[in-house]
């Protein structure tokens, strides 16, 4: 079994592995369920892409926020989402 220090230094190592990114800031970290499995979903900011950036609006936020689901028994890396914000 991994905890949590372990799951965020897997996404991580994730993040640079499978996304060729860095990762800016650990943004947040919960247990969930996952396809039946108990995973740790990691929460970390990496830089957008340039060509993602709108220009024309320069206060654009250069980072994604993007999901890295780890199962808690293995350490495996489950699943990598981007994670939506919800408008206000």
Do not use: C, H
């Not at 996304?19 to 947040?28: I, K, P």
């Not at 369920?33 to 979903?41: C, E, L």
């Not at 994604?64 to 981007?82: S, Y």
């Amino acid at each position: 079994m991994i905890d949590m220090k372990q799951a965020v230094q897997i996404a991580k190592a994730a993040a640079i592995d499978v996304l060729n990114e860095g990762v800016d800031n650990v943004e947040e970290i919960e247990r969930e369920v996952y396809k039946d499995r108990d995973v740790w979903s990691i929460t970390l900011s990496v830089p957008r892409k340039f060509e993602k950036l709108n220009v024309l609006n320069m206060s654009a936020n250069p980072l994604d926020d993007k999901m890295f689901l780890i199962d808690v028994e293995t350490g495996d890396l489950a699943a990598v989402r981007i994670r939506e914000v919800a408008s206000r």
